[in-house]
């Protein structure tokens, strides 16, 4: 089974300066792993996937993650935080046919 | 959200009536799934239709049932609503990879 911990519930970041949002995962193959990100009252955007082809994903909005396979991480950044960025944002790996999300990571971002 | 619609919008109803919420997937596809978003949490899997046949079920109650049209679109049928069925109700179908999923603007369903 797979299953991934977003390690921070809430992240404050002052506009301009680096995001980071922390996700480990739990596998025992090569998971299939995504970001996704809901502005308040929302959908779902996807923001960036995780294929074995590469380690560093390139998303959009200037995210991308890295795939860590000896720290089992895949955590998001970004070097420039915009205020546009204040979301919820999920990592979440895709597992028998269905997207299995937890509770996410609040950014918030200050000016 | 690349083509997902939802409808309605939002929605207003009182416990133990019956709503029905509509999702058409992008233009060719062919699989369906839907996800319910209580405030404050995560989505949560409900189905997936495939080729009009359910192909995944969450761990909902019976009073949740759905189905997909020939022509892929798909509605969400909830009865006999309860106060804790007020949520986000989300929609998604695949892009080229089946395991992508592209979701919709979602139909917010608050029960009185």
């Known amino acids: 089974a797979q299953s991934v911990t977003q390690l921070d519930s809430h992240v404050s970041v002052s506009e301009g300066t680096p995001v980071l949002l922390r996700c480990n995962y739990s596998?025992?193959?090569?998971?299939?792993l995504f970001w996704y990100v809901q502005h308040p009252n929302k959908g779902l955007q996807l923001l960036l996937k995780?294929?074995?082809?590469?380690?560093l994903v390139k998303g959009i909005n200037g995210f991308e993650a890295e795939f860590k396979k000896s720290e089992t991480s895949f955590h998001l950044t970004k070097p420039s935080a915009h205020m546009s960025d204040a979301a919820e944002y999920f990592c979440?790996?895709?597992?028998?046919?269905?997207?299995?999300f937890g509770q996410g990571t609040e950014l918030s971002v200050k000016p | 959200d690349a083509g997902v619609t939802q409808s309605p919008t939002h929605l207003i109803k009182t416990r133990g009536q019956q709503v029905t919420l509509r999702c058409s997937p992008i233009?060719?596809?062919?699989?369906v799934s839907w996800y319910q978003q209580v405030l404050g949490q995560g989505p949560q899997f409900i189905f997936q239709?495939?080729?009009?046949?359910?192909?995944g079920r969450g761990n909902f109650p019976d009073r949740f049932s759905a189905r997909q049209f020939p022509n892929y679109s798909s509605e969400l049928n909830v009865n006999a609503l309860l106060l804790g069925d007020s949520a986000l109700y989300l929609c998604?179908?695949?892009?080229?990879?089946?395991?992508?999923?592209?979701f919709g603007p979602g139909t917010r369903l608050t029960v009185l």
């Open positions: 998604a179908t695949p892009g080229q990879s089946t395991d992508t999923q592209y």
């Open positions: 596998s025992s193959y090569s998971p299939s």
């Open positions: 239709y495939y080729e009009k046949e359910e192909r």
């Open positions: 995780y294929t074995s082809a590469a380690t």
């Open positions: 233009s060719g596809h062919k699989s």
């Open positions: 979440v790996p895709f597992q028998g046919g269905k997207l299995i």
